[in-house]
């Protein structure tokens, strides 16, 4: 049996079929038009998902999709999407209706990459897992049992809106101090063109020359070489981003911490600096289990497997 | 049939006899013994159980036992437990043994009076709760879908280190800036202390003198009769307790928040201040549902109902 998984993005909607062991056996795109009416776009959707199955050549059992936003599961109804402006929109349903009745369910797109890493990625094989995308936010999805919580109507799982320097830093939330406002890739920057502006003699400056902007690597480049304003920048970055991860570590105690995100593409540098720290600052030190930080391996194929692992 | 609950704490072990709908039918208290050897501590615990099992006019089901620290209760092993001076002791296996295989579980003493609270007090038809005690530290309880959450080994639920203010006051388990540090009754202790040093005109002077010492009450005393340091203090710890449950709120996003522990005898004049501050902060403000702060009703019956709740 076949599994097609739907990955809604602001810029394209991507599906693909997929296989039990995660493999996406064919893929297609189509570009995400963010003012077309809501039924156009469940339009879009359903013909997306119906070329992929007319050329699957076993039988399709469901279909997964993920979605940006709040998103109530249960129920199959995005209960706010920005990016495609639905408000309350029973989307399982309305895509189920145009496929013949097929099984569609519906996720929140983080919490649909988590499930993803916890069946076919750097989480396989943990039943208990905290999954982490440090991008231009902060998204969190949690697995507890092998399942997706996404809290009462889909309106959990917001860790990146949990504040750790109260009165901080503005969030685009509305509130100060949120991790998003420490642990982001846009957090970096900011940190790091801060730091440009107070330490212009920092190789920094070279490597976002090079780069032609400041960037998320611009420090991580510089720390690299020795440059002590940029590991001043990157000790910051990494307390903040261990201080997110700590609370996670003493509220759930997962099996498994997986870090995503362009960010996480710093490989063992960073999340190495990451693992001494949950080590050292997790509640009951040594005598409690230990929990062990990873890189997420799905990259983007997370969003089309972790939708597709809805149904599988 | 009837539950026996017993409640282990650093002071005394009380034990109850619990009917199905959480009236205590007959309770006894023992002393702890901190210093008493595991065996015997057990052999008390056993036979503080034997003692209301021979008195129950009904068929006991089993005992159920609430301790302080950390608990793997799928295993039922005490993990560690400071007060009473247990590591990795196999307590439930241990009581149930001198009980002739009657059935024991046990659990950690925060995550009990929360399952107490949402069976038998406030939480009383709600599924997913998180329960908070404001006292000398910050203990949490998480209830998801009727069932105590207590992650790995029994190592997650510790909401009280959750950084709020990283960098901030030391807490006492090792890291700076823990919600414990800000929003337990010895922190308002210290915030109060603090402003009295910088206003000796405020009323809390007047308060602490006639209390004998400076108190968790000695501010909202002061408050409520209008004193501007006073305001000040309460309005600032307000700020961080709440900063913590819209934190909870944004990951776990369950029915209600629960208060416990002395300062929730507050009342109306504190909680009502908590649901402002948690209905303007939390994620996504009206479009997501609201979740309710009520004040914990059990009290000290709270530990023995828990445990009992455990078995029943």
């Given amino acids: ?11 394209s909607i991507k599906g693909g079929l997929v296989n039990a062991k995660g493999k996406i056996l064919l893929s297609e795109s189509v570009t995400t038009q963010p003012q077309a009416p809501q039924e156009e776009t469940i339009g879009v959707i359903a013909e997306l998902s119906a070329r992929l199955i007319e050329n699957a050549e076993e039988t399709v059992g469901g279909v997964g999709i993920g979605i940006p936003g709040t998103i109530d599961a249960k129920r199959g109804v995005v209960v706010y999407a920005n990016n495609i402006r639905f408000e309350n929109v029973p989307m399982a349903a309305s895509v189920s209706e145009r496929l013949g009745g097929l099984r569609v369910e519906i996720g929140n797109d983080a919490n649909c990459a988590a499930l993803g890493e916890v069946r076919f990625g750097s989480g396989k094989g943990y ?49 100060k101090g949120c991790w998003e406002a420490y642990a982001s890739a846009t957090a970096l920057i900011r940190m790091t063109k801060r730091a440009l502006e107070a330490h212009p003699e920092s190789k920094m400056a070279e490597f976002a020359q090079n780069e032609g902007k400041v960037s998320g690597k611009t420090a991580f480049l510089a720390a690299r070489a020795g440059d002590t304003a940029g ?77 597709a692992a809805l149904v599988i």
Same sequence: chains 1, 2.
């Fill in 231 to 307: 590991l001043e920048v990157v000790a910051a970055y990494e307390n903040y981003v261990a201080e997110g991860l700590v609370n996670l570590v003493n509220i759930f105690r997962p099996e498994i911490l997986l870090i995503g995100g362009g960010v996480s593409h710093e490989g063992a540098y960073f999340i190495d600096a990451l693992q001494k720290i949950v080590d050292a600052r997790s509640y009951g030190g040594a005598r409690n289990p230990r929990v062990e930080v990873k890189a997420a391996t799905l990259g983007n194929a997370a969003g089309i497997l972790g939708a």
């Fill in 127 to 175: 039943e208990n897992a905290v999954f982490v995308t440090l991008g231009t936010g902060v998204g969190s999805g949690i697995v507890l049992d092998g399942t997706v919580y996404e809290g009462r109507a889909g309106a959990g799982a917001e860790a990146g809106h949990m504040v750790i320097c109260s009165d901080g830093e503005c969030c685009t939330c509305g509130r």
């Fill in 1 to 11: 049996m076949l599994w097609v998984g739907i990955d809604v993005g602001g810029m």
